[in-house]
């Protein structure tokens, strides 16, 4: 009787904590009218990049959607034989968040006492968001896939290459649209 209570408290506990792993945030629109279904070769447009971004950044976004894209479809080299064209973008913006410490001592009686506060925490931090845009061979929008990258958070370039490849994937997991 107490096996099956444990079994059935470690079985509660990993849905618990399953319900609480951070999913990305993954925004994905397109135009319902577009064919999807005749999509065989893709032509990678330049890539854009906005804000603090390096060239190295955005190399590794390409490198990334690129490679998943040649597992699906077959490269061109120019934009007349292509039937969709790609663009990843590659956007950093620079934040200031600030931290207020709510706690404090306070003490005394009318304007005679003690008290602490703690000072205002001020943290800057760059937000980065890996963008895969779809277009018609007339550069008509038809699916733009979007999410946070956390690339940025690794020192080591190989792992920054690692985590773009599966952020591209998530977003590429996406398209072409299931109807």
Known sequence: MKAGLWASMAVLLLLILGGCAATPQVAVDYDPQADFAGMRTYYLLDPLASGPVSPLEIKRARQAVEGLLQ???????????????????Y????????????????????HWGFGWRSPVEVRQYRQDTLVVDILSPESSPLWRGSMPSSAGRYQDPVQRQQRLREEAALLLNRFPPAY
């Open 71 to 89: 597992n699906r479809y077959r490269a061109v080299d120019n934009t007349d034989d292509a039937d969709f064209l790609v663009r990843v973008q």
């Open 91 to 110: 956007l950093a913006v620079e934040k200031v968040a600030v931290y207020e410490d709510r706690f404090g001592l306070y003490g005394g009686y009318r």
